[in-house]
């Protein structure tokens, strides 16, 4: 009789390798298949410079969620200082009814309508005819002054709750924005990481080289500036260099808007800190052959992006993450000259 053997099993390590290197064959084909060609450095500069435009929309958004929390603080703070008051001159007036019991007491007996006021609140009494008429001039008058006091110190209350619901939203609002512009900023890092040193290399040299550029021709003839205006110029060029950074005001690094506020300051004009809030001030320019150095620049539809004029079509502006204060011909911001202002 023949014998039946069992065929002989792979042995474990066997099995493994066979199933990893399966396992690595399907991994490869599906990232051949999903796997997009290589950009161009010029592709993948122009897909970065859209991303930083985005970030630079949605840092805008930030600095006004920023300044919003700043003014309803400042706001809540003064509510909760009058209520804080009001509570002290509503306690002083009732002592003030208080003394007057003690006083008829001490003659005779307590006012029915005074010690009901004294145990409850006197808004229901004093609309009553018939109470006003058992109480005496001055109690009418002390107790008015309850009532009037009581209905202030009511509505600061309300004023301040509304306040502080409006800062738990845009605190909420701001960590959102914060969360958007980070994000945009971090698509566009891997970006610029797939590219080569070389790569890289070339286009900080291209920045630089138009850096250079803009500065040159930026020192060329221009109208000359107002006062202030100039002096907010003066201010912003000694800022060249400093790096861009959103949601910054300064002293070491800022945003679009954040230099342009700083600048304004140091000649001691205060504006607005976001750039769709500055370009609501002073008086618009439409044509730019009539800017003049120092005035306000405002660029794409939405107005997220502002610098200051500096001559012969230039602009001294924060650009966007990646780069410092520089001077930048109007033609290569990226988005459409929309109108000046003249602070």
């Not at 650009?319 to 202002?341: A, L, N």
Request: glycine content about 8%; aromatic content about 6%; proline content about 3%.
């Amino acid at each position: 009789m023949a014998s039946h053997r069992r065929p002989k099993q792979p042995s474990r390590t066997r099995v493994t390798v066979l199933t990893t290197a399966a396992a690595a064959a399907v991994a490869l084909s599906a990232n051949a298949a999903n796997a997009a060609p290589s950009e161009s450095k010029d592709q993948v500069k122009s897909k970065v410079d859209k991303l930083y435009e985005e970030a630079e929309k949605a840092t805008e958004e930030y600095d006004g969620a920023k300044e919003k929390q700043k003014e309803l603080e400042k706001e809540i703070s003064g509510l909760q200082d009058k209520v804080a008051r009001g509570q002290d001159e509503l306690n002083k007036l009732r002592d003030g009814l208080g003394s007057m019991a003690s006083a008829q007491y001490r003659t005779g007996g307590i006012d029915p309508s005074v010690q009901l006021f004294l145990s409850s609140n006197p808004d229901d009494y004093l609309d009553k005819a018939s109470t006003l008429d058992q109480l005496s001039s001055q109690q009418v008058e002390q107790l008015k002054k309850v009532q009037e006091k009581q209905r202030a110190l009511a509505q600061q209350r309300k004023d301040a709750s509304d306040k502080l619901k409006d800062l738990a939203a845009t605190r909420t609002e701001l960590g959102k924005k914060k969360k958007e512009v980070q994000a945009k900023l971090g698509q566009a890092q891997k970006l610029l990481n797939t590219l080569t040193a070389q790569d890289k290399a070339a286009l900080a040299a291209k920045e630089e080289r138009a850096s250079r550029a803009s500065a040159r021709s930026a020192l060329g003839d221009a109208k000359p500036a107002s006062g202030r205006a100039g002096a907010a110029f003066q201010a912003a060029q000694t800022k060249i260099g400093t790096p861009y950074v959103y949601g910054a005001s300064g002293p070491s690094s800022y945003d679009c808007s954040g230099l342009t506020s700083w600048a304004y300051a140091q000649a001691g004009v205060s504006i607005p800190r976001t750039s769709q809030e500055q370009a609501n001030i002073g008086t618009r320019i439409y044509s730019q052959s009539d800017l003049q150095v120092g005035d306000l620049v405002f660029f794409f539809g939405d107005l997220h992006h502002v610098g200051l004029y500096a001559g012969n079509g230039q602009i001294l502006h924060a650009p966007r993450t990646g780069t410092v204060v520089r001077y930048e011909s109007m033609s290569t911001i990226g988005g459409p000259f929309e109108f000046g202002v003249r602070v």
